[in-house]
């Protein structure tokens, strides 16, 4: 069911507390209010979009319930944090963004048919969305039948471009091969257990990784297991592990998954202060679930994290807590989905126009110097340049930056040799 999410509360009392919350504004990126002012509806909106004089329509499309909503719930938040800000410091053209939400359930199909209705019915300028590759595939057509823009948050497998996505997480490659390159020169490892969810993005990314491992790296891959979104019985796998005694677990579980899977790694002795395992899935989002005490030691190869110390995050951090809470915690895809709102309004404002097509042409190198993992431009592939960081996991569900790629990473969504 859709819901029409205008903030409609105590309008008073919110507009008190976006008042405050102005001091945590990203600096960079931003306009003032009357930077510009608003332009014929005519003039900005040639394609019957969901655009007035004084307002502009997007969509929010994630699970919000189902295995995903563990992962996706954070997305959600700093979609409409982004949005509450850039609507407080004037909007988009003049304009104040409203926002159709839409849950995918955890389910493909859904998505896809949410995706419609938002694009078709709701004649969203923009959709903010999706996490799963999977679900990213389903709607994918749709956006690309119906010419809509989706701002995508989530790190990926690549081996995709699209005139209709902007994909605001990184693709494998800047992911991927910082990370095991790192693990092969400061842990010296050498044998590789892999481990996935059963859908593409872990499929994909694995295929990426023993590549790495096997002809780059030149060590050896042990094992290579898959299970279902959703499943919750580790323990055979476990034990696999336990035999094979890998250098390093390469994980990409998602989703509530993970918390089984801790919990039985550590119920099964294995210490991950001695073993090393590194992920490129758990955020600080999905150690909420996990609890900090059973993954504690880990790695975790990401492009953000909340403990990142720059005066950006340093704004940020305390802007999302106020909205949402102070217990709220904030991960790589949540960080990358606020990133969605604010480069579609800085493309929206190169382009002086809403239309999808223009949107398209102008994005490439559009900047956000604002961005809580600093600065971020988009390539003509419509992927970021960005840096990869590893961190260590906290008892306290945070992760401590052990290293940092000296400079941006080039998105590379087709990577030669690695296909």
Not at 78 to 88: C, G, P, R, T, W
Not at 108 to 134: H, I, M, Q, R
């Amino acid at each position: 069911m859709s819901s029409n999410d205008e903030h409609d509360g105590p309008k008073n009392l919110l507009r008190r507390q976006i008042l405050k919350s102005m001091a945590a504004l990203p600096a960079a990126g931003m306009m003032a209010p009357s930077a510009f002012a608003a332009a014929a509806t005519s003039a900005v909106d040639t394609t019957g979009l969901a655009v007035t004089d004084d307002t502009v329509t997007v969509g929010i499309l994630h699970s919000v319930t189902g295995t995903m909503a563990i992962s996706e719930t954070g997305s959600v938040e700093a979609e409409k944090l982004a949005i509450s800000q850039i609507n407080a410091a004037g909007g988009v053209l003049g304009r104040q963004i409203k926002i159709i939400q839409e849950d995918g359930a955890s389910d493909w199909p859904t998505f896809a048919e949410k995706a419609k209705k938002l694009l078709v019915n709701d004649k969203c300028a923009a959709v903010f969305g999706c996490w799963t590759s999977a679900s990213r595939k389903a709607v994918l057509p749709v956006f690309e039948q119906y010419n809509g823009m989706l701002y995508y948050p989530t790190f990926y497998e690549g081996l995709e471009q699209s005139k209709n996505v902007i994909y605001t997480g990184q693709e494998a490659t800047q992911q991927i091969i910082a990370g095991l390159n790192w693990v092969d020169k400061e842990k010296k490892a050498k044998t590789y257990y892999l481990i996935g969810s059963d859908y593409i993005w872990p499929r994909t990314s694995n295929k990426i990784a023993r590549k790495h491992i096997e002809e780059h790296l030149k060590q050896t891959v042990v094992g290579e297991d898959y299970f279902p979104l959703g499943h919750t019985q580790f323990n055979s796998v476990i034990n696999k592990i336990k035999l094979k005694k890998p250098d390093v677990i390469y994980i990409e579980i998602v989703g509530g998954s993970n918390v089984a899977f801790y919990k039985q790694l550590k119920a099964a002795g294995i210490d991950l202060n001695k073993q090393i395992l590194m992920t490129i899935s758990v955020t600080e989002d999905e150690i909420e679930g996990i609890g900090g005490e059973n993954i504690a030691g880990a790695y975790a190869c990401m492009k953000y994290f909340q403990s990142l110390k720059n005066p950006n995050n340093e704004k940020f951090v305390p802007a999302f807590k106020k909205m949402w809470g102070e217990k709220t915690v904030i991960g790589d895809v949540t960080q990358a989905a606020y990133l969605g709102p604010w480069l579609w309004k800085l493309t929206a404002e190169k382009a002086g126009s809403f239309d999808v097509d223009k949107i398209a042409a102008a994005s490439a190198g559009v900047e956000f110097t604002g961005a809580p993992e600093g600065y971020v431009r988009i390539h003509p592939n419509h992927h970021l340049w960005s840096k990869t960081r590893v961190g260590r996991a906290r008892l306290d569900g945070q992760y401590d930056v052990v290293y940092e790629t000296p400079d941006l990473i080039e998105p590379n969504p087709f990577p030669k040799g690695y296909q």
